[in-house]
């Protein structure tokens, strides 16, 4: 097992632990660490293991643990492009979903959403599961079919409540009003969390590798590939629905209160609420499971049972 999964597990029961873990991985410093650095952080923990299993120490320890979190693989033990890394997701998606109502409905509706769901995707697949069929070249390029298809289809099915309402000239007060600011939060949440199962469907439909508590790979799973998916797929939409919905609602109070607030005023606020929730969100719907994930072993497969007579095995779930 990886030192990275390693840690997960020892350090990240509770979501309040993953919570204050993902807090310290999500700093944006980490980005500007080299691959030289990186890799001296692994040999510092893969040649003393007992930092997993006790307390941190001393500083420099901490900062090899949080380095190697947020910059390594822990299936493949390669070093994740940086664009890619946990700590630039919230640099690089804030400035595409800072307005809502230009993301989701303006005229440059392909090009603005086709360039975030692409990154989401890349993002998606630099920190799933490394399990080693996914190193198949025909696994790969249906991952890239596969993920064309998802950006595209994303990209436009967000246009089709605004489409339809200027179609058929239906401007009445409650229609914008669902239409501009109800549905873009629900709209985005489902899109990313589709995105997530459709390029990481590979993982249930080839499965991914399961671990005793010694680290030792029992099986390749399917029941487990699928449980991964899910989860991360639920996680990305907590992330992007709230992302839109509480801001869109308290700017909707704000615009009708008295006295009104200029325009400019109110881009400033609403920038300023979907940066904050955004920001505030992230290492929440990182946290709603672990990272280091656990299946009982009745659920699995029975080749898996007749190889191990663990209760609870281990997999990479998976960002």
């Not at 995707?121 to 490394?130: E, P």
């Not at 589709?194 to 399961?210: C, H, K, L, M, Y």
């Amino acid at each position: 097992m990886d030192v990275n999964l390693r840690f997960w597990r020892a350090e990240g029961q509770s979501f309040f632990q993953r919570l204050l873990l993902w807090a310290d991985v999500l700093d944006p410093l980490l980005l500007l660490k080299s691959s030289d650095e990186i890799r001296r952080a692994r040999l510092l923990l893969q040649s003393s293991e007992k930092t997993l299993s006790e307390p941190i120490q001393n500083d420099q320890t901490k900062q090899a643990i949080l380095l190697s979190l947020s910059s390594v693989h822990p299936d493949t033990g390669k070093i994740i492009p940086v664009y890619f890394r946990p700590p630039a997701f919230l640099p690089l998606s804030l400035p595409l979903v800072s307005n809502p109502e230009r993301f989701i409905f303006a005229s440059n509706l392909s090009s603005l959403q086709f360039v975030f769901h692409t990154y989401t995707t890349g993002f998606t697949l630099s920190n799933g599961n490394g399990t080693a069929k996914a190193e198949e070249s025909s696994v790969q390029e249906k991952q890239i079919f596969y993920g064309l298809g998802a950006i595209s289809y994303a990209a436009c099915i967000a246009a089709v409540p605004f489409v339809f309402m200027n179609r058929y000239t239906l401007k009445s007060p409650l229609t914008q009003l669902v239409v501009q600011r109800v549905l873009p939060a629900p709209i985005l949440g489902l899109m990313s969390a589709f995105t997530v199962a459709v390029v990481r469907s590979p993982d249930f439909e080839n499965g991914i590798e399961v671990m005793d508590r010694n680290g030792k790979v029992v099986g390749v799973s399917q029941k487990a590939g699928e449980k991964a998916v899910r989860e991360t797929a639920l996680s990305r939409a907590l992330l992007f629905g709230p992302a839109f919905f509480l801001p869109s609602v308290l700017m909707y109070f704000m615009e009708r209160a008295k006295p009104a607030k200029p325009p400019r005023a109110l881009a400033s606020a609403r920038m300023f609420l979907i940066t904050s929730v955004l920001a505030g969100m992230l290492p929440v719907s990182l946290s709603m499971y672990p990272q280091c994930g656990e299946i009982k072993r009745a659920d699995l497969e029975p080749e898996i049972l007749a190889s191990t007579e663990e209760t609870e095995l281990f997999y990479n779930r998976g960002v």
